[in-house]
């Protein structure tokens, strides 16, 4: 017989509280010197609307739906977003020139030590700025919640950074590489097409498992989360960027390679922390990966998510500009030493499967 754990007591219990206290208000100092920061830096906060005709169009992003009840009874769908990045880039249209958001932002099917249905998001956009400046924020960003959680080392699960060092910059090739010795650019065509027998064969010399249904796209996640990843942030903080152009929905193509896009990933003891780019402002161009991305959803998920035709208006008018999003949730967490999501939430949301 083997009886049940005793349930864990919910957070709002006071001895639970008093436990988690100090990291709430941890929390609450970054938050704080964060708008500072982006204050000194003249940026102007916006509050993006949670409620949008469209989550985003990413094919492995999931959202809560619901139904708005117009006055005259009609029905029409909308979502909660999964970021704030189109309301932030129409205000881009509309003239701002640097805005950042700091607020909830909502995922489903995402729940673990990293992930949470609800977290917080800090969104930035630069117009007119080159996508290496974001770069620089986000060093800027560790600094400061070091300085407030007053430690030099950021830590999960044993492993460790020097928030204060320098990040250093690697490109997706250069990782895979040096972490999976794969010639990824290989793989991929000067028009942005990708040689999915190549990248298999390249995965089976490397001792990696394939199937035979697997997409280009599934081989190169394969290697990232088993080979790149868990090797990225460590004793200092990792800005991996040039993404080949279809794993990049929504960045331009970097100027001296159209196998590339200006993104990038900040990551930080192995975790990902922020994710950027230098902003797409082809309305053209975006609509067909928007459309792209929703066909291979139908396919994995069986459901796909509207187009934000407002949206891709308003990237025509759209100025050059550079944005990132970053997982504030996680940068308190590392600055705190957390294991999980949950410890630096003020208010966890009821998990239903518990019990």
Not at 189 to 208: E, F, P
Not at 223 to 231: G, I, K, S, T
Request: charged share 25%.
């Amino acid at each position: 017989m083997n009886p049940r754990s005793p349930k864990a007591s919910p957070w709002w219990t006071p001895h639970v509280h008093a436990d988690r206290r100090p990291r709430l208000l941890l929390r609450n100092r970054i938050k704080a010197a964060a708008r500072a920061f982006f204050d000194r830096h003249d940026f102007i906060e916006v509050d993006a609307a949670a409620l949008q005709v469209s989550p985003g169009n990413e094919t492995h992003l999931s959202a809560f739906a619901t139904t708005e009840i117009r006055p005259d009874a009609t029905a029409a769908p909308l979502y909660l977003h999964t970021s704030p990045e189109f309301a932030c880039k129409k205000l881009l249209a509309a003239g701002e020139q640097r805005i950042f958001s700091l607020g909830p932002v909502w995922r489903n099917r995402e729940r673990g030590a990293l992930h949470h249905p609800e977290f917080t998001m800090l969104e930035w956009y630069r117009v007119g700025e080159s996508y290496e400046s974001l770069m620089e924020d986000c060093a800027s960003l560790l600094r400061l919640a070091a300085e407030q959680a007053g430690t030099a080392r950021f830590s999960f699960r044993g492993r460790e950074a020097d928030p204060f060092a320098e990040p250093e910059r690697l490109t997706v090739a250069d990782a895979f590489q040096r972490h999976a010795g794969i010639d990824l650019l290989a793989t991929v065509t000067a028009s942005g097409t990708t040689d999915r027998d190549r990248l298999n064969a390249a995965l089976v010399k490397a001792g990696l498992r394939t199937a035979p249904d697997d997409s280009w796209t599934d081989l190169y996640s394969r290697v990232m989360v088993e080979c790149v990843e868990p090797n990225l942030g460590m004793g200092r903080a990792t800005v991996l960027y040039e993404y080949p152009i279809s794993e990049a929905a929504l960045a331009r193509p970097a100027p001296h390679d159209p196998r590339v896009a200006e993104r990038f990933e900040l990551y930080c003891c192995g975790v990902e922390l922020a994710n950027g780019f230098g902003e797409l402002t082809d309305p053209v161009e975006q609509r067909a990966r928007f459309e792209a991305d929703m066909d291979e959803k139908e396919r994995i998920y069986g459901e796909r998510y509207p187009l934000d035709e407002d949206f891709l208006a308003a990237l025509a008018i759209m100025p050059d500009a550079s944005g990132v999003a970053l997982g504030f949730d996680r940068l308190v967490m590392l600055a705190a030493g957390a294991a999980r999501i949950e410890d630096v939430l003020w208010t966890p949301v009821a998990d239903s499967s518990a019990g």
